[in-house]
């Protein structure tokens, strides 16, 4: 899997080719549901596929909820989302994507990386983090790389740059360049090779 762009990295970021080499292939699954994606992004402060502590999965497991839609939402606030303690921001950033999903019907699949970027920044509350996380992996776009991201701020930093120096976005755009136009692909390697080893 992705044989192109490990051949790609390897001719032009050595770096890069090293620390993933001995990374393990993964899968990279998805849910093709935006909504249900950028709520886990509120919520959790970090998209599901991510995260170690699972609040967002238990919160669905409560309501007895495998994704979340439109349909099941009440549901979800009803049984779930009002037990739990969250500021009134993110409470209002979730009535936000609510609303918006309500009143619009988009073929996400179908929309380019900038109308993505378009349609999810004129929600309220939802940032540039979240939309390149539903980019990457939800929508499995190739060529995206969460400038924002804190994890791979400190990665690019031990790998790049000296230790003293603070990582600007255009130190990452830098080596970000590198990668294209697999961009997506490399910062999910990065963060797999992240991960503690597997037992």
Request: neutral net charge; aromatic residues 12%; charged residues 25%.
């Amino acid at each position: 899997m992705y044989t192109d762009e490990i051949n790609h990295f390897k001719k032009q970021d050595p770096v890069l080719y090293t620390t993933i080499s001995s990374t393990f292939p993964f899968q990279m699954e998805s849910t093709k549901n935006v909504l249900h994606d950028l709520i886990s992004c509120v919520i959790e402060q970090q998209i599901h596929y991510r995260s170690t502590k699972n609040i967002f999965k238990n919160l669905l497991a409560k309501a007895d909820i495998r994704f979340l839609s439109l349909d099941n939402f009440d549901q979800f606030e009803k049984h779930s989302l009002s037990q739990i303690k969250l500021s009134s921001r993110k409470f209002e950033t979730i009535q936000h994507v609510i609303d918006y999903f309500s009143e619009n019907n988009h073929h996400w699949e179908q929309l380019s990386d900038e109308e993505v970027k378009s349609a999810l920044s004129s929600i309220k509350g939802i940032g540039t983090w979240s939309i390149d996380m539903i980019l990457i992996y939800t929508l499995h776009r190739p060529n995206i790389l969460p400038y924002d991201d804190y994890h791979l701020k400190n990665i690019i930093h031990q790998l790049y740059y000296n230790k003293e120096l603070k990582v600007s976005k255009t130190m990452l755009k830098t080596v970000g360049e590198k990668w294209n136009p697999y961009k997506s692909i490399a910062f999910l390697y990065l963060m797999e090779s992240s991960r503690p080893p597997r037992q």
